[in-house]
C-alpha cells in the first residue's frame, strides 16, 4: 500500500512539474531530468578523472589520486543528482534552477574532458 501511495504522489509531483511554465531555460522539468541522467551517469566520472591524471601526473598519480578524484567526483555527482530529483519543484535562493555541478551533465559532447579523451 505504501509503495502505491509513493508512487502516487512522484507521479503526482513529476505531472506537476511538467505542467508547470518556466520562462527559464533551467525550470523544474530541466532540473529533474538533469537530477535523474546525474544520479544515473556519475559512475562515467572515475575514467576521465584517471586519465586525466594520467596525462598531467603518470600513471602512479592515476592509480591513487586519479582513482580517487574519480571516487569523490561520483560521490558529489551521485548526491547532487539525489538533491536535484527531491528538490526539483523548488529553486535555490539565488540560483533558481540552476545546476549544482558542472558540466551540467555528464555525458556532453561539449565538455573538455570528453573531448580530451576523444583525440
Not at 509503495?3 to 509531483?13: A, C, H, K, Y
Request: proline share 8%; aromatic share 8%.
Amino acid at each position: 500500500m505504501r509503495r502505491v501511495l509513493l508512487s502516487g504522489v512522484m507521479g503526482g509531483l513529476i505531472a506537476l512539474a511538467l505542467s508547470v511554465q518556466s520562462a527559464e531555460a533551467n525550470g523544474p522539468t530541466r532540473k529533474l531530468g538533469r537530477g535523474v541522467a546525474n544520479l544515473f551517469t556519475a559512475a562515467f566520472e572515475l575514467p576521465p578523472r584517471v586519465a586525466q591524471t594520467y596525462d598531467a601526473r603518470g600513471a602512479v598519480a592515476a592509480l591513487s589520486w586519479g582513482i580517487l578524484d574519480g571516487c569523490r567526483a561520483f560521490a558529489v555527482r551521485t548526491a547532487a543528482g539525489a538533491v536535484e530529483m527531491a528538490t526539483f519543484l523548488l529553486p535555490w535562493p539565488g540560483a533558481g534552477y540552476e545546476p549544482m555541478v558542472e558540466p551540467e551533465f555528464l555525458l556532453d559532447p561539449h565538455d573538455p574532458v570528453q573531448a580530451s579523451l576523444t583525440e
